[in-house]
């Protein structure tokens, strides 16, 4: 079955960076769109930033926009987000999905636009 496996998560302080890795297993990422989400504690799942099957095209929340940045290895099936000056309010559980979407170019930002989700990893901030 296909899997996508998040890991780079952890406690960090603010001000600093980390990188989350989505590996995919029985998918080929290069056939899709793929997106980060994240989850904080008794808060809905939103939208952190997509990439586009093409890899050309990128979309941000704007609370994240000039901090983090996506970008996919097709190569070894791995997508990446890259997490700069981390914030407190960033502290969440980041889920990476991937998504069928037909426009090679279009960088999908609704939950139910993706068709595979990962377990998720935990992203912890302090102040």
């Given at each position: 079955?296909?899997?996508?496996?998040?890991?780079?998560?952890?406690?960090?302080?603010?001000?600093?960076?980390?990188?989350?890795?989505c590996?995919?297993s029985r998918?080929?990422?290069s056939l899709?769109?793929?997106?980060?989400?994240?989850?904080?504690?008794?808060?809905?799942?939103?939208?952190v930033?997509?990439?586009?099957?093409?890899g050309?095209?990128?979309?941000?929340r704007d609370?994240?926009?000039d901090?983090?940045?996506?970008?996919r290895?097709n190569?070894k099936?791995?997508?990446?987000?890259?997490?700069?000056?981390l914030?407190?309010?960033?502290t969440a559980?980041?889920?990476?999905?991937?998504?069928?979407?037909?426009?090679r170019y279009e960088?999908?930002?609704?939950?139910?636009?993706?068709?595979?989700?990962g377990?998720?990893t935990?992203?912890t901030?302090?102040?």
């Open positions: 079955q296909v899997q996508l496996v998040e890991s780079g998560g952890g406690l960090v302080q603010a001000g600093d960076s980390l990188r989350l890795s590996a995919a998918l080929a990422i899709y769109a793929m997106g980060w989400f994240r989850q904080a504690p008794g808060k809905e799942r939103e939208f930033g997509a990439i586009s099957r093409s050309t095209s990128t979309r941000y609370s994240v926009k901090r983090f940045t996506i970008s290895d190569a099936n791995t997508l990446y987000l890259q997490m700069n000056s914030k407190p309010k960033d559980v980041y889920y990476c999905a991937a998504s069928a979407v037909g426009n960088t999908p930002s609704v939950a139910n636009s993706f068709n595979y989700w377990q998720g935990q992203v901030v302090s102040s």
